[in-house]
């Protein structure tokens, strides 16, 4: 139960930041935002392939970006009122820090550079 709320508040939250312009969204603009320094935290699809699960969690590391594998491609979009995205970044820290908190408290998700967390046997 804690998990489906958790995941509603997740998706609330990435709504709110897409409608204050503070996600990116879409691989090359999650991309750049890495590398300029605007990405406070990076969420990727738990769907997405293996090559873009990869590519996300070797640039996280190197540029110190917090990384998080979670949701469907659908509900990330859904969210964000779009079409389905592989990707995001959010650019402000304030909904990063929130974001944060509510995804480590999920059963299962992955940390900034791909290990698993508060797995639940």
């Not at 090359?28 to 590519?55: H, P, Q, W």
């Not at 079409?83 to 998700?109: I, Q």
Request: contains cysteine; proline residues 2%.
């Amino acid at each position: 139960m804690a998990a489906e709320t958790n995941s509603k508040k997740i998706f609330s939250l990435l709504g709110l930041a897409a409608r204050g312009r503070r996600v990116v969204s879409g691989e090359f603009m999650t991309e750049r935002a890495v590398k300029d320094g605007s990405a406070a935290l990076v969420m990727v699809s738990s769907e997405a392939s293996d090559n873009t699960c990869k590519m996300f969690r070797n640039m996280c590391k190197f540029y110190d970006v917090p990384l998080y594998f979670f949701g469907s491609k659908e509900e990330l979009g859904h969210a964000m009122g779009k079409e389905m995205r592989a990707s995001l970044a959010v650019t402000d820290e304030g909904f990063a820090k929130s974001l944060m908190k509510y995804l480590e408290d999920m059963p299962v998700t992955q940390d900034r550079y791909g290990e698993f967390k508060n797995m639940e046997d």
